[in-house]
């Protein structure tokens, strides 16, 4: 049971006060502190949230304990939550769910936005967008790399394709392995893999190899082509001789290399997309569209396969539009992103 409130921007204050006030409209709590990976900062105790003024961004918080911990985070899960806490929520498949919590979390805006999905057994109406194709039958979903059938109340399991890739690519590498945020699979059809973000941009690979360090996957351009190598690919299926394009975005580059690999084991035909905040990458000047870079990578044929995509489109096409989803549209309507609406939807 969580213990404090979800807060959106309907209940914000607007403009943003004081880092000494609460973010919270109408709140006149005097503030204490809680501690953070940063020190110590502004909390509010009646509305259980720390405060962190340089990004006008708040964190769910009701304690130091880790069952507090968990309440928090479970504050920001609005859809199937009793399933998230018990499957998904410090589960060691799962990396960092300590970010749960987190007002800006891209985790917890997908599970929220594809678990509801999921719930209605609307997953495939995403199909002809993502991959240009209708599938025949539901697709299955898994998030970073866990089977997720609400139904069902065992754990769920790893993708075992994803499991075969990791031993390829990853099988000296100890933690931090490639998880994609989301992939949808329709057996003997379609592997579909969504890179999501949120209020972050695409990750962008250095030009030097000083940060690699043996255990974690590399950072930089030269080991990430050294590692996830084009050759341990079908013949003519990517390509990254004379790669012109700046910047390397490293995660997109790696889940391509995985969606390509995954779907030959399959025998399915692959997707890879990039979900994004639309409002960030028009009003960010350092966020760019990543297509050119992808497009290099791969021939004339496949380049189709990949799309980048943003949240707003999504609940454009294929949420405000279906009456089932009155309590997602609201949801994504009235979300909130370092103390402003964070999607450009009405």
């Known amino acids: 049971m969580t213990s404090g409130p979800y807060i959106d921007i309907r209940d914000l204050a607007s403009p943003v006060r004081t880092s000494s006030s609460c973010p919270v409209s ?18 509010c105790p009646q509305h259980r949230i720390r405060i962190h003024a340089t990004t006008r961004t708040f964190v769910y918080y009701d304690g130091p304990d880790r069952a507090s911990k968990r309440d928090a985070a479970l504050r920001n899960i609005l859809f199937e939550r009793d399933y998230f806490s018990a499957h998904i929520l410090g589960n060691a498949a799962k990396a960092e769910t300590h970010r749960i ?30 991959a240009l194709s209708s599938p025949s039958n539901d697709p299955e979903l898994f998030m970073w790399g866990l089977r997720v059938n609400l139904n069902d109340s065992s754990a769920p399991t790893l993708f075992p394709a994803l499991r075969s890739a990791r031993n390829v690519f990853e099988k000296d590498i100890t933690r931090f392995w490639t998880e994609p945020d989301i992939m949808l699979y329709v057996p003997g059809q379609w592997l579909v893999l969504i890179e999501a973000k949120f209020t972050q ?11 690699d360090v043996s255990g974690d996957k590399p950072k930089s351009r030269e080991g990430l082509l050294r590692r996830y190598a084009a050759d341990a690919l079908p013949p ?20 391509l290399v995985f969606a390509i690999h995954m779907a030959t084991e399959l025998g399915v035909s692959w997707g890879l ?26 021939p004339e044929k496949s380049r189709g396969q990949f799309l980048f995509y943003n949240w707003e489109s999504l609940y454009a096409n294929d949420v405000v539009k279906n009456a089932d989803l009155k309590d997602l549209a609201s949801y994504m309507c009235n979300k909130s992103a370092n103390g402003v609406k964070a999607f450009d939807i009405e």
């Not at 007002?103 to 995403?126: C, I, K, P, Q, Y």
């Not at 941009?201 to 940060?211: E, L, M, P, V």
């Not at 004379?242 to 490293?250: I, M």
């Open 273 to 298: 997309v990039n979900l994004v905040c639309g409002k960030q990458f028009r009003q960010q000047a350092n966020f760019q569209d990543p297509t050119p870079f992808i497009h290099e990578l791969l």
């Open 201 to 211: 941009r695409n990750t962008i690979a250095s030009s030097s190899s000083d940060r």
């Open 236 to 255: 003519g299926a990517m390509r990254t001789d004379g790669l012109n394009q700046t910047p390397f975005y490293s995660q997109l580059y790696r889940n």
């Open 26 to 43: 109408g709140c006149s709590a005097n503030l204490e502190r809680a501690n953070s990976q940063w020190g110590e900062l502004p909390y």
């Open 101 to 130: 919590c987190h007002e800006t979390s891209e985790d917890a805006l997908s599970w929220n936005v594809f678990s509801r999905l999921a719930r209605g057994r609307l997953l495939r109406l995403l199909f002809p967008t993502l």
